[in-house]
């Protein structure tokens, strides 16, 4: 279906080839992972699939792609559109329109399909996607999840030969995520169509692919099954890592297959230690909040309190109500009943430099803070704005993600490293709290450890609160003191995160599920116990 023929691809003004020399062929009904670092080039390779590369974002290409016989040189990316989907790392780029239903009607009535072919399409990938709700919802007023949705089903409903997505579940909430796995493991084996997904959340997809496509950040790529290429690679899932701490006979790639592997280990009995105590004072006080957009209600009464050193998870389905909360607080709206109060101030009523030291946010869409040309410039804005030594910035933008280019545009590098480009920018200036939403998007797990290292620093060594909402389980487990669960805009579980990870089996981390009902949610926790029994 897909044929690479000793392809090699570099950018101009790069310091690096993104893929040198790549032969491979991707059959008919063969769901295939991309993997690779932070701005190793897998969203250039899922481009090269339909001619967006080099077409429309330049490029050296050496070689040929070819999609089910035709070459992407001969063609532009429009006239692959029939046959090729390809649903972008940020969806809300490639909408057109502004209605869920006419977002879905859209590309098939530019191919003038029949009227009642594009109902009939439209009814299915509605239900397909659990999207019936949301058909008639203007599409900026869907979550980020929920936009992710609808840019699958947009793609879907030209039923085409070939998939492409890039992060694909980066803005789901796990349950969402399976569903869409489920339905792209359904649409592979029932319909054959050709999936290929570049995906750092490794143990979301890991147990669907057939194959890996690595590339390793030189050029270099190594294709193979997933024991194969997880046998050596630096990035693998959690529960990979616990199959080679615990040095395991066998190396699963699913949590019923570990946990076959560790009965003895679960049988033991362990030591529960004490939950550590704090004394905490108050920085973030909510109070009876609530908010409404266009009379649908995203908060109802929501009442918390964020300590000082804290680091508090917020989590729930997409559409919950979690990124509303965060704004609330940020002070982008005033409530419609209730207070906030951010160390004693009323954070709607910060302006200018005092908001800046008050509170630092990055949000859901991080290219929304950049605005220089180029990523030096806004590391250089950034020491000047925050009074800092020259280079400061710029100093942990290189520790979060190494070797981007000072001189790239801030929208021409990669996902992640535009994260961690505005990550740096909002701790550089030492605000007294620090706000993210969905913070790990397009960060590969290396990065997202460095990230976890550098907000336990920021709240440990500066006793300074850290709110973040996010669906990435793994790193709630690894980072988080205390998890706050939203579901219709009410807070439904507030405590440790041991307490509500383990109690939510959809929401509970990879180690979790394979040790239950042992109380670990980290490959830390597992040797930690298992060096105290020792």
């Known amino acids: 279906m897909i044929s690479f023929s000793n392809v090699s691809l570099i950018y101009p003004q790069s310091t690096k080839t993104i893929l040198e020399d790549l032969s491979c062929e991707i059959q008919e009904g063969e769901m295939v992972l991309v993997m690779g670092e932070t701005g190793s080039g897998k969203s250039s390779l899922l481009r090269l699939i339909n001619g967006l590369v080099p077409h429309h974002t330049g490029g050296i290409l050496a070689g040929d792609i070819s999609v089910d016989g035709i070459s992407t040189r001969s063609v532009k990316p429009g006239s692959l ?3 090729v989907g390809i649903v972008g790392q940020n969806p809300i780029n490639g909408f057109v329109t502004d209605i869920v239903e006419e977002e879905l009607a859209f590309s098939m009535e530019a191919l003038n399909i029949p009227h009642d072919v594009m109902r009939k399409r439209i009814e299915e990938v509605l239900d397909l996607l659990s999207l019936s709700a949301l058909r008639g919802r203007s599409i900026a007023t869907l979550s980020g999840g929920e936009q992710q949705r609808v840019a ?8 085409p030969k070939v998939l492409v997505l890039d992060e694909p579940t980066s803005a789901l909430d796990p349950i969402a995520a399976e569903e869409v796995l489920s339905v792209l493991h359904r649409l592979v084996h029932d319909l054959s169509v050709t999936v290929i997904i570049a995906e750092h959340r490794l143990e979301r997809v890991i147990q669907f692919v057939d ?3 690595y590339i390793e950040g030189n050029g270099e790529t190594s294709i193979g099954v997933a024991d194969e290429i997880l046998r050596r690679s630096e990035l693998v899932p959690p529960i990979v890592k616990l199959a080679r701490a615990l040095n395991l006979s066998e190396m699963g790639t699913s949590v019923r297959e570990v946990r076959r592997l560790t009965e003895s280990i679960r049988e033991q009995n362990f030591p529960v230690a004490a939950p550590e105590v704090r004394n905490l004072s108050s920085a ?7 908010y409404s957009y266009n009379q649908k209600i995203a908060l109802k009464e929501i009442s918390t309190t964020i300590h000082h050193g804290e680091i508090v998870a917020i989590m729930g389905r997409n559409g919950a109500g979690k990124s509303t909360l965060l704004h609330s607080i940020v002070g982008l709206h005033s409530p419609e009943s209730g207070t906030i109060l951010v160390n004693g101030v009323d954070p709607h009523s910060l302006k200018g430099s005092a908001r800046r030291a008050a509170i630092g946010y990055v949000p859901q869409e991080p290219s929304d803070l950049l605005f220089a040309q180029s990523v030096g410039e806004e590391c250089a804005l950034a020491d000047q704005l925050g009074c800092l030594h020259a280079g ?5 933008l290189s520790r979060l993600v190494p070797n981007i280019s000072a ?3 801030p929208h021409d590098i990669s996902e992640g490293q535009r994260l961690a480009l ?4 909002v701790l550089s200036g030492n605000p007294d709290i620090l706000i993210l939403d969905e913070p790990t998007r397009g960060l590969d797990y290396q990065a997202k450890n460095l990230f976890a290292l550098t907000l336990k620093e920021y709240a440990s060594q500066f006793n300074r609160p850290v709110l973040l909402a996010t669906h990435d389980v793994e790193l709630v487990a690894e980072l988080a003191d205390r998890v706050i669960f939203l579901a219709e805009g009410e807070i439904v579980a507030d405590g440790s995160t041991l307490d509500v990870l383990l109690s939510s089996p959809a929401f509970a981390p990879q180690v979790a599920k394979i040790m239950s009902p042992k109380p670990w949610l980290t490959v830390s926790d597992v040797m930690r116990a298992l060096g105290d029994n020792a």
């Open 392 to 396: 400061s910035t710029a100093s942990l």
């Open 284 to 290: 973030i006080e909510v109070a009876a909040v609530s």
């Open 407 to 409: 001189h790239a545009h």
């Open 211 to 213: 194959r890996i496509i």
């Open 152 to 159: 699958i089903a947009s793609a879907l409903v030209m039923h």
């Open 81 to 83: 559109a029939h046959l």
């Open 422 to 425: 505005v990550l740096s920018i």
